[in-house]
């Protein structure tokens, strides 16, 4: 009987300092490792969020970009590091949904991770050099069918979002190019701009610039809804091709065994995050909505996502490396 008691005692005090811990959370600087390069979009929308997660903590973030290998050493990096919400992640679509399809790896999304708030998602824009003599995908389409095998479209890579959104035009157009992949989407503008490739599909945000400018045309958006970037451009949809829907999206996790007290801290100032004014204003300069604002929507589209994309990645015979 002593035993037992002695035993709950020891299991009440161990709780009480869990708990003790969780109500001092956060009482030094939270680090937020981001798995993709510094000054792109979702490093720039990370910072940006970091700040209204630091007022709503009452701490700093501390920045620490590892990108590389498709996210996949920044997020093994937080699975498998402290597990006191010190330290989060901001995984894309790759490390979470796509590289997890296809391979296996040193943590399991759903029960290595905690998902806190979605935070910057992108449809892509298909877009041509300024001398091709297509102006609809209709267009391109025809072209590629009349000239088999002359065709090039680059990618930022194997496996990227924008390499399937050239296996999904492929497949529904019932066209063959030769795909051509960069290391990333500003490599392969390069040689959009100089005509060295027919076609890419890249963020819009990336490519509107360019597209202003008329230095490339843009065919159509990826998205279910027109772009406030390029009001003017038709999605894929109303171009004919609807299953050529793509996007690049980003959001901040937690390690699955932070305590969950402090996971429900995070929650919170994600969310208000999330909703703040400013940043939703930061987030249309990009082109931009989040419609996805929580921790349980941000998982049930993970799941969506993941439930999407492992059939096309399977047939496109997707392998990283």
């Known amino acids: ?56 903590l009452g701490q700093p973030i501390v920045i620490e970009n ?111 190019f030769t795909h051509v992949p960069y290391r990333s989407t500003s490599n392969s503008i390069t040689d959009l701009l100089g005509g060295q490739i027919d076609a890419i599909f890249g963020d819009v945000a990336t490519l509107a610039p360019q597209v202003k400018a008329g230095a490339i045309k843009a065919l159509a958006i990826t998205a279910d809804k027109r772009s406030p970037l390029l009001p003017d451009l038709p999605t894929m949809a109303e171009a004919g091709f609807p299953n050529v829907k793509t996007e690049v999206w980003f959001g901040l996790l937690a390690p699955a065994r932070t305590p969950a007290p402090v996971l429900d801290q995070l929650k919170r100032a994600v969310a208000a995050a999330q909703e703040d004014p400013e940043y939703k204003a930061s987030l249309l300069k990009y082109g931009t909505v989040l419609n996805n604002v929580g921790a349980e929507q941000f998982a049930d589209f993970i799941h969506a996502e993941s439930k999407r994309w492992t059939p096309i990645l399977k047939k496109a015979d997707v392998r990283f490396e």
Do not use: C
């Open 1 to 56: 009987m002593k035993g037992k008691i002695a035993g709950v005692l020891v299991l009440l005090v161990a709780q009480l300092f869990v708990v003790q811990g969780a109500q001092a959370f956060p009482d030094r600087p939270v680090k937020l490792v981001i798995s993709s390069p510094a000054g792109g979009p979702p490093d720039i929308m990370a910072r940006l969020i970091s700040d209204r997660i630091a007022a709503a």
């Open 66 to 176: 590892r990108p590389g290998a498709s996210g996949v050493p920044g997020t093994e990096a937080v699975v498998n590091g402290p597990n006191d919400g010190y330290t989060l992640v901001v995984g894309g679509i790759a490390p979470i949904v796509l590289v997890p399809a296809v391979k296996k790896l040193r943590y399991d999304v759903d029960k290595d991770l905690v998902p806190l708030g979605l935070i910057w998602r992108s449809p892509q824009v298909f877009a041509v050099r300024a001398s091709l003599d297509v102006k609809t995908v209709a267009d391109f389409v025809a072209y590629a069918k009349a000239n088999t095998g002359k065709v090039t479209i680059g990618s930022a890579g194997i496996g990227t979002v924008t390499h399937l959104a050239n296996e999904l035009f492929k497949d529904e157009a019932g066209i063959t």
